[in-house]
């Protein structure tokens, strides 16, 4: 229903910040509870963030929680991943994901978007 193009990838040294953006086209956005996913080379996808479709609820696991923040702008139809203290093992590309409730989303999402390559140097 709705496409997400990422965008924001880059390079970074670690203790740095990035941000990441989704933008969403398609569907109807704020009827989408939306997520950021990263993945290495050999291992799991793994869900790093969450938020419902009203942004009064999200997630985060233990690995990113107090440096990872995600919000979105329904009036832009876009969702970000506000990324601090950055570390080399949070390499990895970044998917953003759409999905119509917090479980949904964070399992089995509709959408996904193309990735977007984030390096952080030691």
């Known amino acids: 229903q709705v496409q997400l193009v990422e965008s924001g990838g880059g390079l970074v040294q670690a203790g740095g910040s990035l941000r990441l953006s989704c933008a969403a086209s398609?569907?109807?956005?704020?009827?989408?509870?939306m997520a950021w996913f990263r993945q290495v080379p050999g291992k799991e996808r793994e869900v790093v963030a969450a938020?419902?479709?009203?942004?009064?609820?999200?997630y985060y696991p233990g690995s990113v929680k107090g440096r990872f923040t995600i919000s979105r702008d329904n009036a832009k139809n876009t969702v970000y991943l506000q990324m601090n203290s950055l570390k080399p093992e949070d390499t990895a590309v970044y998917y953003c994901?759409?999905?119509?409730?917090?479980?949904?989303?964070?399992?089995?999402?509709?959408?996904w978007g193309q990735g977007t390559q984030v390096t952080v140097s030691s």
């Open positions: 994901a759409a999905g119509p409730n917090m479980f949904v989303v964070r399992t089995t999402p509709a959408s």
């Open positions: 398609g569907g109807t956005f704020s009827n989408y509870a």
């Open positions: 938020i419902s479709w009203s942004g009064s609820g999200t």
